[in-house]
């Protein structure tokens, strides 16, 4: 870090302040970030946007108890204050102000090439309007382009009473296109994000053509979408946003926060068969580059990879530092806060389930009659029940072995632990796709990924015999 | 609240040239309490504040707006955030549309929505009611084995939005909260329920319905099963009916219409709901818990009826929206903070009241389904095309009664196909925090998707 977002000896100071009513634990966490958004619409550059957001988030920990403070006051009274807020919680009293010694920065610059400060806002505006002409010449029946390019540079530092004194520059760069075509039947719409925690260097030419021509041709392609079929159907997920189904229908259900209150369908099955031998499954911080990356996560602990199923066997659940506390482990790198006004809990970073053995081809062509999923939007869980959905934002029909007929957008349905057990053939095709998980209503950037693969039957919720 | 108009008058007075400035200004007081088994799990207290900026220039081919903001009112953020704005301005295309709203003498609506009590109530007392609340969940049925979170929140804000073209309009509001979720089990497999209660001020929260709502729902799902695929009608309850009213809002915003992207477009004075069917948006009834005196860029909030008797009547506007479409702004402007730019949306939806209450919707519906929660809304509906497939929860209707407890199916249809199939309205309105109260809804031609 260039500068320092607040005095090693403030942040001790702090620190000291938060535990003097008798906190067994106190956490400082500041965070300044940047971001920037520009957006074309109906051929228009409609609008740049700059933001900064700045401030610190203090917690102290009492047996089973949390305080929570933030603050946008970065001045030692105001982080004072702050302490003093989140420490209420601590009622005992304790021993007054408690002297805390850092050791040096741990600090993890940032992988960037082209910094988003560095980059004219012309060239995006360039950049924007060539992904517009690009969607656009890929047919007539193109009726509305929306294209929005945005970027932040988060920069934070976390200290706590166990010595913790680590800093991140995370920077994220995003583009997404959405185009809606006309038909006589309406309208249908398409839709690809391109995202990395990368600079500008994400961007180039090839990935920005790549995703306008994508996303046309998938609204192109959808207007002559047929209602999809109601009912159990074989389904194939194509390589990259099939990760979703994963992230859905057990990664949620593997977050320690819902295995200690046992409010997951997971709970106590740690060395139990819980999916079909073909999946193991794997979260992972540590993939350079990819949306869900981080060096550190947002309580200071280095992100990692975790092995979470491994040949259909749960092997761990991923865990932040208080849930790790509480059963006397350490954190799996799953502590994220979507800023400094949140507080941390568990999350997924990159979930991804690892390639297999089959071929993506083979694999349609031994389905007689299923449905073929290209693009999969978002998703809901209820960890509790392990009963998710998924959207299908691009799928055909599958007859006869081969990819057919266009089908309209719907969710599919499943069950968590009955879905794992139903995966016949992974291929070797694996990609990723970026993705924001909302949890408890805080937002994070995460990374899903699988590659083309067969689930024996999943109920698909369209209106059709 | 003047302290806050001042600030943002001050900031104006930097204007150069032929520019125009529009100032958002915001503060709040922020409390939240998760109680676990009898104690408190979590406790946070913050305030915060922010500002967002717009910068208008003007010239003979047309208008550009550049936007900045930040989250706090410091004053290096502040001309940090001026100078951003002006320089993204420069950026953008040049339109002849864009402008910035002027005071169009439509007085704003007397409304009292902050109430002093949620300042005044000692932490003490919120904390008790969340633990309360918690412990009426876990004693309120055997078969609640758990009780995920019990939350109380709470806050209190405060906006002004003033411009260089003649807007100056403030805002205070404040909110009380309490939410629980119960699993409940039968031994073989779990379920979830969750209630809430809404208000002003603490004062207003009914514990005893939160836990209730929250029992009711998680027990009576025990042993649901998965019905086989069917076509029939389905009855919405007054919170997936809030929903579906969100949804179909979002559709009858001048700006998805002007912008082509509404299955609504071109549809003015066209049948495209069931006469039963009289949707309005309605800031300045004060039920509405979202009830707002002024809009996102300050005009006041007023009543709009978007759809009567199944007819369509019109759309929600803000300026630019209405500007491209050639009429003026209907008060509907919203924005999502200090880091929102204002755009054209409904805020208080309310559909018209039936002649039915529930048990008769049932009846009268005699084979059904009932919704009682409804996932993947946002995965599943697609507002441009109108292609509508959600995950849902409920109970099965026979002989005109609630019947088995179904779960992990779909139901589908069209936006458009629906609001032509309804066919009863309650007369329970559910004023439901959020953009749209709710109410038992009855559409036909459901396609559930089953086993």
């Known amino acids: 870090m260039s500068e320092t977002l607040v005095e090693k ?13 008798g906190g067994e634990f106190a956490e400082v966490f500041v965070e300044d970030r940047a971001t920037s958004s520009a957006v074309l619409d109906q051929r228009r550059i409609e609008e740049l946007s700059s933001g900064r957001d700045r401030g610190a988030g203090i917690r102290v920990l009492v047996g089973e108890t949390t305080g929570f ?18 420490a209420a919680v601590a009622r005992e009293g304790g021993g007054g102000v408690r002297e805390i010694a850092l050791g040096d920065l741990r600090d993890h610059p940032t992988h960037a090439v082209v910094l988003p400060g560095d980059v004219e806002k012309a060239k995006k505006i360039e950049l924007l309007r060539h992904a517009d002409d690009i969607a656009r010449s890929e047919g007539s029946s193109i009726t509305q382009v929306q294209v929005a390019l945005g970027d932040s540079t988060r920069r934070f530092v976390v200290a706590n009473s166990d010595g913790v004194f680590a800093s991140d520059h995370q920077v994220r760069t995003r583009f997404n296109i959405s185009c809606v075509a006309s038909g006589d039947a309406g309208m249908q719409t398409g839709y690809r994000p391109v995202a990395g925690t990368r600079g500008f260097e994400l961007l180039t030419m090839q990935a920005v053509e790549d995703a306008a021509r994508g996303a046309a041709r998938q609204a192109i392609t959808k207007l002559d979408a047929r209602p999809a079929p109601s009912g159990d159907l074989p389904v194939v997920l194509a390589g990259g946003s099939g990760g979703i189904l994963f992230h859905e229908a057990c990664g949620h259900g593997l ?83 979507q800023s400094y006004q949140h507080l941390p809990m568990v999350r997924m970073t990159n979930t991804y389930l690892l390639a297999g053995e089959s071929d993506a081809d083979e694999i349609v062509a031994q389905t007689a009659r299923g449905v073929y999923v290209a693009q999969l939007g978002g998703g809901q869980v209820n960890t509790a029940t392990g009963d998710f959905v998924f959207g299908m934002t691009s799928a055909f029909l599958i007859e006869d072995g081969k990819i057919t007929a266009p089908l309209r957008d719907c969710n599919l349905i499943g069950n968590g632990p009955d879905v794992l057990q139903r995966v016949d053939a992974v291929a070797k095709d694996f990609s990723m796709t970026p993705g924001t998980c909302g949890k408890d209503g805080q937002s994070v950037p995460v990374g899903t990924g699988q590659a083309t693969m067969r689930l024996t039957g999943v109920t698909i919720g369209g209106t059709a015999a | ?181 119960a699993i409940a089990t039968d031994g073989v497999s779990d379920q979830t329920g969750w209630g809430l209660s809404a208000g002003r ?60 992207r509404s299955f609504f477009a071109n549809r003015i004075g066209e049948d495209v709901a069931s006469s039963l069917f009289t949707l309005i ?97 946002h995965s599943g509906v697609n507002p441009i095309s109108g292609d509508f497939s959600v995950g849902i929860t409920g109970l099965m209707i026979r002989d005109g009664q609630l019947a088995e407890p179904v779960r992990e199916i779909t139901v589908a249809s069209t936006l458009q196909r629906m609001l032509l199939d309804v066919l009863y309205v309650g007369n329970d309105v559910d004023w439901l925090p959020g953009t749209a109260a709710g109410q038992s809804l009855a559409i036909g031609g459901i396609a559930v998707s089953g086993s």
């Open chain 1, 9 to 21: 000896e403030v942040l001790e100071r702090v620190i000291g302040e938060a535990l003097g009513r």
């Open chain 1, 69 to 86: 403070a933030h603050t946008a006051d970065l001045s030692e009274r105001g982080l004072l204050a702050a302490a003093h807020a989140a």
């Open chain 1, 255 to 337: 977050e320690a926060d819902a295995i200690l209150k046992n409010a997951s369908v997971y709970a106590g099955k740690v060395g139990q068969q819980v999916a079909s031998s073909l999946v193991t499954l794997v979260d992972d911080g540590t993939v350079t580059g990819e949306w869900g990356y981080l060096a550190i996560d947002d309580e200071g602990r280095p992100g990692a990879r975790n092995v979470l199923i491994e040949n259909g066997i749960l092997t761990d659940y991923m865990w932040d530092y208080l849930r790790a506390r509480k059963e006397g482990r350490i954190s799996s790198g799953n502590g994220r806060r």
């Open chain 2, 1 to 181: 609240m003047s302290e806050l108009v001042e600030r943002a008058q001050r900031i104006l007075e930097s204007v150069q040239g032929d520019e125009q400035i529009e100032v958002y200004l915001s503060s709040g007081v922020d409390t939240e309490v998760q109680a676990y088994q009898g104690e408190i799990e979590n406790l946070s207290s913050a305030t915060s504040s922010g500002i967002g900026i717009r910068v208008l220039r003007d010239s003979a081919s047309g208008a550009q707006v550049g936007t900045a903001w930040a989250g706090s009112l410091d004053e290096e953020a502040v001309s940090d955030a001026l100078r951003e704005a002006r320089d993204n301005a420069r950026f953008a295309t040049e339109d002849e549309y864009l402008a910035f709203a002027r005071p169009d003498g439509v007085a704003g609506a007397s409304l009292e929505l902050s109430d002093p009590s949620v300042l005044s109530t000692p932490i003490e007392e919120k904390i008790a009611m969340a633990i309360e609340l918690e412990r009426m969940v876990r004693g309120g049925d055997a078969r609640i084995r758990q009780v995920d979170s019990a939350n109380y929140s709470d806050y209190v804000a405060e906006a002004a939005i003033v411009s260089t073209t003649g807007i100056r309009a403030t805002y205070a509001r404040s909110g009380a909260y309490v939410s629980v979720e």
């Open chain 2, 201 to 260: 001020a603490p004062r207003d929260l009914d514990l005893r319905e939160a836990a209730t709502d929250a029992i009711s729902r998680a027990t009576r799902m025990l042993g649901a099963v998965k019905p086989a695929s069917m076509k029939c009608t389905a009855v919405f309850d007054p919170r997936s009916t809030a929903t579906l009213l969100s949804i179909v809002g979002g559709a009858l915003s001048g700006e998805a219409v002007v912008y082509g």
């Open chain 2, 281 to 377: 948006d309605d800031p300045t009834d004060p039920r509405h818990f979202a009830a707002s005196v002024f809009d996102g860029e300050g005009l006041a909030c007023r009543r709009n009826v978007l759809i009567e008797k199944g007819n369509l009547m019109g759309f929600v506007y803000d300026t630019v929206s209405a500007r491209r479409a050639g009429t003026v702004s209907t008060g509907s402007a919203v924005r999502g903070g200090v880091a929102g730019s204002p755009s054209a949306g409904c805020r208080a939806l309310v559909l018209e009241p039936g002649d039915v209450d529930q048990v008769e919707m049932f009846r009268r519906v005699g084979e059904g389904i009932f919704v009682e929660s409804m996932s993947g809304v």
